[in-house]
């Protein structure tokens, strides 16, 4: 399994590739605000690893184990934002939040998860009864 930090650099990678079809160092380094030497260490780290191929002139092409795990890293990441949000976590919170927790959850707590948002989401009224769960716990908070 990697690691939390090569994670973050899968699931970087992964969306990268998705959105401009090519990840390069100096992407990468930006994108999670790090020293470009520091993402050619990882990505030799990841290579070793066969995550991915580091070719120099070709650039970073993920293998397929590397891409499986990166769409479901991804995956990750969009299911607790979305679980945030249902459960009516403010927005500027939410990105940190799922960050400080998604590496340290395990696959099976993130299935129950999907299956909370499932729930929440199949039918409005029950968002709405936790919103009125959270209404009123505010209202007694504040007297
Ligand atoms: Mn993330």
């Known amino acids: 399994m990697p690691t939390p930090s090569m994670e973050d650099y899968l699931e970087r990678i992964y969306i990268l590739i998705e959105e401009k079809g090519y990840a390069r160092v100096s992407d990468i380094a930006e994108a999670l605000e790090v020293h470009p030497s520091s993402v050619t260490k990882m990505v030799q780290k990841l290579d070793k690893s066969e995550y991915l191929v580091y070719e120099r002139y070709r650039g970073l092409v993920l293998t397929a184990k590397g891409n499986k795990i990166g769409k479901r890293l991804v995956y990750r990441h969009e299911l607790l934002e979305e679980f945030m949000t249902i459960i009516g976590v403010d927005k ?19 299935d129950r998860i999907g299956d909370v948002v499932q729930f929440f989401n199949e039918k409005q009224t029950r968002i709405d009864g936790l919103r009125e769960v959270q209404r009123k716990n505010e209202e007694t908070n504040q007297s």
Do not use: F
């Open 92 to 110: 500027e919170h939410i990105y940190q939040d799922v960050e400080g927790i998604e590496h340290h959850l395990s696959w099976d707590a993130i």
